[in-house]
């Protein structure tokens, strides 16, 4: 079965600072891993999508991740917080016909 | 193009009401899956159809139902509405149950 976590509930960061929010999947069939994120009182949107090509994949919004099989991770990282990246941001993985969802990590930017 | 809709946007009901959200696609799409994403949490899967039958279905009870239309819309069904079921629904379709594209949410409060 399909799990995913993440690690920190909340993440602050100081504008300009580099963003990391850890993400690490199980899974037992090669993984389709996604990262989405959410702003208050909207949907989904998503970042990125790791589909078996390229390792690293790079998203919207200047963020890219990273699968990592050994550790089993795909961490989502973007070099320069910006406070419009203020916002909960999801990792899911694709399981038997639905996505699985971590719990999810809120992103606070200081000024 | 369209995006995928949900409506209605939001919803207020009572304990032990019945409400129904509903779904269309992305055109083109044939498979339409149901999320629950209660407040501080990741999306929790429901249901996925295809092709007007159910294809999944997550660790709900039986008061939630589905069904998906001739045109791949699609409606969701809670009956005996407790206080939990307060949460954000969201639809997401798909052309055959790999990519999702989600909509923006029908934010459901049950007093």
């Known amino acids: 079965a399909q799990s995913v976590t993440q690690l920190g509930s909340h993440v602050s960061v100081s504008e300009g600072a580099l963003v990391l929010l850890r993400c690490n999947y199980s899974?037992?069939?090669?993984?389709?891993l996604f990262w989405y994120v959410q702003y208050p009182n909207q949907g989904l949107q998503l970042l990125l999508k790791y589909t078996s090509a390229a390792t690293l994949v790079k998203g919207i919004n200047g963020f890219e991740a990273e699968f990592k099989k050994s550790e089993t991770s795909f961490h989502l990282t973007k070099p320069s917080a910006h406070m419009s990246d203020a916002a909960e941001y999801f990792c899911?993985?694709?399981?038997?016909?639905?996505?699985?969802f971590g719990t999810g990590t809120r992103l606070k930017v200081l000024a | 193009d369209a995006g995928v809709t949900q409506s209605p946007t939001h919803l207020i009901k009572t304990r032990g009401q019945q409400v129904t959200l509903r779904c269309s696609p992305i055109?083109?799409?044939?498979?339409v899956s149901w999320y629950q994403q209660v407040l501080g949490q990741g999306p929790q899967f429901i249901f996925q159809?295809?092709?007007?039958?159910?294809?999944g279905r997550g660790n709900f009870p039986d008061r939630f139902s589905a069904r998906q239309f001739p045109n791949y819309s699609s409606e969701l069904n809670v009956n005996a509405l407790l206080l939990g079921d307060s949460a954000l629904y969201l639809c997401?379709?798909?052309?055959?149950?790999?990519?999702?594209?989600f909509g923006p949410g029908t934010r459901l409060t049950v007093l």
């Open positions: 899974s037992s069939v090669p993984p389709y």
């Open positions: 159809y295809y092709e007007k039958e159910e294809r």
């Open positions: 055109s083109g799409h044939k498979s």
């Open positions: 899911a993985v694709s399981g038997t016909y639905k996505y699985i």
């Open positions: 997401a379709s798909s052309w055959g149950g790999d990519e999702q594209f």
